[in-house]
């Protein structure tokens, strides 16, 4: 069993940045892929990006790649996602997701068992 509880997300304007923080309960963290999806209103919730349990892979969507870096520490049961020259299209709730070690269908919301309660992030024009 692993918690999840994101923080960091606020208000910001266009170009600027944020680094949200998701801060896992157990011990098992260090064997669980780490993701972070979106959801914005009226839409379904998304992938953003993932990145294996020793951190030595990464794998972005598109409308974030060059922008945002999604990192952990084992150590502190930490996973970041910094985001830098935010858009207004970035405006959502962000989730941070917890799945089994494996590198296949990453992006799908299935592939990962425990989620977050989510943090607002809002970018002004």
């Known amino acids: 069993q692993v918690q999840l509880v994101e923080s960091g997300g606020g208000l910001v304007q266009a170009g600027g940045s944020l680094r949200l923080s998701c801060a896992a309960s157990g011990r098992t963290f260090s064997t669980y892929r780490m993701g972070w999806f979106r959801q914005a209103p009226g839409k379904e919730r998304q992938f953003v990006a993932t990145i294996t349990p020793t951190g030595g892979s990464t794998y972005y969507a598109d409308s974030v790649k060059g922008r945002f870096t999604i990192s952990r520490d084992n150590g502190k049961n930490l996973v970041y996602l910094q985001m830098n020259s935010l858009e207004p299209e970035d405006t959502a709730v962000y989730y941070c997701?917890?799945?089994?070690?494996?590198?296949?269908?990453?992006?799908?919301?299935?592939?990962?068992?425990?989620w977050g309660q989510g943090t607002q992030v809002t970018v002004s024009s």
């Open positions: 997701a917890a799945g089994p070690a494996g590198w296949s269908a990453v992006t799908l919301r299935s592939m990962y068992n425990y």
